[in-house]
């Protein structure tokens, strides 16, 4: 960090822009544009007295040979005044090693390894490796501002060291790929009983923040559980422990010929009440506490819905974003050259998830077909003839709709006329959106990784199908706003402060924080429904609950995916065509049992139907108990 200097600038705005943007990139620490600094990285042997200068450029007059032997000021020669210039033409001073100038550009894009503090009192420029100065960084990395070969051989010579050649491999590693630290929110109202359960595995997998996360959400609603029977903490112990874990590495080749390695992962997390189904997500940040917290969060899903199954989740930290179709392929087949051995009717079967569609759910069928050499129609997939019925891809987005058109139906209500509010623009959220139309509802927004779309005008069947166009190109949803002027988009934002009545969050976990709660109470909204699996920080939960928005858990309202893989499965299901009417039939009646399952236990432990908790707890109790019972009767295994 600088000290404040005045009077030096960039010539224009544009420059100013330009190396704040380099000075971000490069992690270079500038606090006025234009600051004169020396460049000099610390003392040497030949001066010890320069450790204590400051390198900050200061006023002519407060320079005297007597005091320090040479001027402060050095470079800033257009600023100071005729005779100080020629005084100092004439003074015989032998200047020392270090150079003053101004952070420009091109610096900032030269040296990346540099970053500047102050120590003692002094600005100095630190290495961005060690995080040192002084004599095994005295070297000036420039040379002087009119010699570049100076400046690349003093380069050179920084970067030679093996510390640099290392530190230089490792960024190149991992460019584009920005790690932090994630604080883990820890609940302070757990009994001591379920505090130990929460403690156990911070202990163990201390650095798992969703996994984590999740864990304490459930055993948060299963305290009163727990309370009355303590042998349900000895199950929590063996259920908080995946049965199966596969972490793998994905080797593919691109376009251009060049070998790229990911990172593959299965968790086959429980499978107490059937084979595991679950899907495989390709997103950049994808790692085994993500793949754990799915597959947990999985495993209570299935065991709420109608049909009992194990719960599995996976992926890989693959990008499909602007890859070829070639690319995909080859990286699905090389996934599937692993992962086929576990895949199988009686052993586990993946479904889509984030970054996984028709075209990579093919692939991957197509690889596992060929390497387990038979005809399996166990993949779910749009538009794969052999997954069975044909409204699969709709299930869960419509198994949303159904479920808050069961909770507001409650409350003597119906989503008509009701304002919307919808992240994401996947193929949950776009069937959101459909199905909500068809109820009478508003619908007004849909988002992206880069902002959201708002139409005051609200969505309908022809604005949908527009949308899909705009999808299925792989363009930007600010295009909508060209066709549609009421339209609007917003870049580096979210929707949660759009009035609305209803928030239906189906983009991915932890999308809502504490602020955008506090903007969606603000907005009115008085129920949130959860497409996504945790959707909401813990700190975001507490605001909700305290302003009595009702929250529809994934759990329990996105359990329309696993009703229909279960149809798909099923023989009779395979034999015949569905219609939509008969298709919806069967996905309104499962939702129906789905939610009065978690009201009934939610009320069986004392929890009031009205309770914003109500159903997010009576959700996970039930599936809880179910998975419980059947660990129980299967022994310790």
Wanted: with cysteine; glycine share 8%.
């Amino acid at each position: 960090m600088l000290l404040p200097a005045t009077g030096v600038g960039m010539n224009s705005a544009m420059d100013d822009m330009n190396l704040i943007q380099q000075a971000q990139r490069h992690h270079l620490v500038v606090r006025e544009i234009g600051e004169e600094i020396d460049l000099e990285i610390g003392p040497g042997d030949d001066d010890p007295s320069f450790g204590n200068a400051t390198l900050i450029g200061a006023s002519p007059r407060e320079s005297s040979a007597e005091e320090h032997g040479e001027s402060k000021q050095m470079g800033m020669g257009t600023q100071l005044p005729n005779d100080d210039q020629d005084m100092s033409k004439t003074q015989p001073v032998k200047r020392k090693k270090k150079v003053v100038k101004r952070w420009r550009e091109e610096w900032a894009d030269t040296y990346k390894w540099a970053y500047v503090d102050v120590k003692d009192g002094t600005a100095r420029i630190f290495c961005s490796v060690c995080r040192e100065y002084g004599r095994k960084h005295r070297r000036n990395p420039y040379g002087n501002e009119g010699s570049r070969n100076m400046q690349m051989s003093a380069l050179e010579e920084h970067n030679n060291s093996l510390l640099h050649k290392e530190a230089l491999r490792l960024q190149m590693a991992s460019k584009d790929k920005i790690i932090v630290d994630k604080p883990i929110y820890v609940k302070a109202l757990m009994s001591k009983t379920a505090g130990s359960i929460v403690e156990a595995v911070l202990k163990r997998d201390p650095h798992e923040v969703e996994f984590i996360q999740s864990v304490q959400e459930a055993v948060h609603a299963l305290e009163r559980v727990i309370a009355k029977n303590s042998h349900y903490v000895n199950i929590m112990e063996r259920l908080l422990e995946p049965e199966r874990m596969i972490v793998f590495r994905v080797p593919w080749v691109d376009d251009r010929g060049e070998t790229h390695v990911n990172r593959g992962f299965r968790v086959h997390y429980n499978q107490s009440l059937g084979p595991c189904r679950g899907g495989i997500r390709f997103h950049p940040s994808m790692n085994l506490s993500i793949a754990k917290f799915l597959g947990f969060e999985q495993t209570l899903k299935n065991a709420l819905s109608p049909y009992k199954l194990g719960g599995a989740a996976g992926g890989s930290d693959f990008d499909p974003k602007g890859k070829s179709d070639n690319e995909v392929m080859r990286f699905c087949q090389s996934y599937m050259n692993e992962m086929y051995r576990y895949f199988g009717p009686d052993k586990d079967l993946p479904s889509e998830e984030m970054g996984v569609g028709t075209r990579e759910m093919g692939y991957l069928f197509g690889q596992y077909r060929r390497l387990a050499g038979h005809f399996q129609g166990s993949f779910t997939g749009p538009r794969i003839f052999w997954s069975g019925s044909s409204l699969r891809t709709e299930a869960t987005g419509y198994g949303l709709v159904f479920f808050a058109q069961l909770v507001l139906a409650d409350m003597n209500k119906e989503l008509k006329g009701l304002r919307c509010v919808i992240t994401g623009s996947g193929k949950i959220a776009l069937h959101v959106l459909e199905k909500l139309i068809a109820y009478g509802a508003l619908p007004i927004t849909v988002s992206d990784s880069r902002g959201y779309l708002v139409d005051e005008d609200g969505f309908d069947y022809m604005k949908v199908s527009f949308l899909r166009d705009i999808k299925a190109q792989q363009r930007s949803l600010r295009d909508y706003s060209k066709t549609y002027a009421r339209s609007k988009y917003y870049d580096e934002a979210k929707p949660w402060n759009e009035r609305c009545d209803i928030a239906f969050a189906c983009a991915s976990q932890n999308e809502i924080g504490q602020s955008d709660a506090i903007n969606l109470v603000n907005s009115g909204c008085r129920m949130l429904v959860e497409g996504s699996s945790m959707p909401c920080t813990p700190e975001a939960v507490d605001v909700l609950r305290k302003a009595n928005v009702l929250i529809a858990p994934a759990m329990a309202a996105g359990a329309g995916g696993v009703v229909a893989g279960e149809l798909e499965l099923n023989h009779q299901c395979n034999l015949m065509h569905w219609s939509p009417e008969d298709f919806e039939s069967k996905l309104q009646e499962a939702m129906k049992q789905t939610y009065q399952r978690a009201i009934k236990a939610a009320s069986d432990f004392g929890y009031q139907k009205e309770s914003p908790e109500a159903l997010v707890h009576g959700a996970v109790i039930s599936a809880f108990l179910t998975v419980a019972q059947a660990m129980t009767d299967q022994g310790c295994v």
